[in-house]
């Protein structure tokens, strides 16, 4: 029975995933890499024990600091959204000083000057709050132009159509324009949420344990780099990938929730 298009499609990107795969794999064991080293320092990297504080380390501590901050730079982002939409010359001002300059700096700069900065203003905060409040602030400001973009996306008519039915401009923002947005809003921002999964490793300068603290750490006390970077390099890669499948899932949750019923 022959295979149907979409089928070979499938069996031919396979194809190039394995290939590009044992590449990668060929491309590792260039660098003779000491296997049994890395296997010793994993199960630190993943987390599964505990720091000598007692407190998390490696994979739960990054996947913390994520969560967290996507969820606080949502809010922030959503917030300086509404801002620059607003025909307040106040609400807009703030929101474009807050957007331009935190869009206008780098990451680690921003978390330099809050881990440093505040103790000379008498707040000392600890790693942790301050990596949070960094990423929040920075992906918060790319996250206000794509909520931002995404509503402007949705056509007036339908604020005429609220406004025809008697609804304040709140309650036609809240129930009609923004469950229509957020199905546009959803790549660029699952997009920005896998960046800051990365960029969490800049924390690292703090002397968190996270994933890139731990592999340097253990990396430069054996003189073993490449093991530690690509063992990095590959759990960070499959925390992507999970991203991605949460992506694709409410995707499709909501493409099927705007179907037509029959």
Not at 135 to 146: F, I, K, N
Request: net charge positive; charged share 10%.
């Amino acid at each position: 029975m022959p295979l149907n298009k979409h089928t070979v499609f499938r069996l031919q990107v396979s194809l190039v995933m394995a290939g590009l795969l044992s590449l990668f794999v060929w491309f590792a064991n260039v660098f003779a890499l000491d296997y049994r080293f890395v296997l010793d320092k994993l199960p630190f990297l993943l987390g599964l024990r505990l720091n000598p504080d007692g407190l998390l380390q490696g994979v739960p501590l990054t996947v913390l600091l994520c969560l967290v901050s996507t969820t606080l730079a949502t809010l922030i982002g959503l917030a300086s959204a509404l801002g620059r939409l607003s025909a307040n010359p106040l609400l807009y001002g703030v929101a474009t000083f807050y957007n331009s300059f935190f869009k206008g700096t780098p990451l680690l700069v921003q978390i330099l000057l809050i881990y440093l900065g505040l103790p000379q203003l008498g707040i000392v905060p600890d790693a942790i709050p301050s990596g949070i409040v960094a990423l929040s602030l920075c992906y918060g400001a790319y996250l206000s132009e794509v909520f931002r973009a995404a509503i402007l996306s949705i056509p007036h008519g339908q604020w005429e159509a609220g406004r025809a039915l008697g609804m304040s401009k709140a309650a036609i923002m809240r129930f009609v324009i923004l469950p229509q947005a957020q199905k546009v809003a959803v790549p660029p921002a699952f997009s920005l949420f896998i960046s800051m999964l990365k960029d969490s490793s800049l924390v690292s300068v703090m002397g968190l344990w996270e994933i890139m603290f731990l592999s340097q750490s253990y990396g430069r006390s054996a003189y073993r780099y490449m093991e530690m970077l690509l063992s990095a390099a590959l759990i960070y890669w499959l925390l992507s990938i999970v991203l991605e499948l949460c992506q694709h899932r409410l995707e499709h949750k909501l493409a099927a929730g705007q179907r037509p019923a029959r």
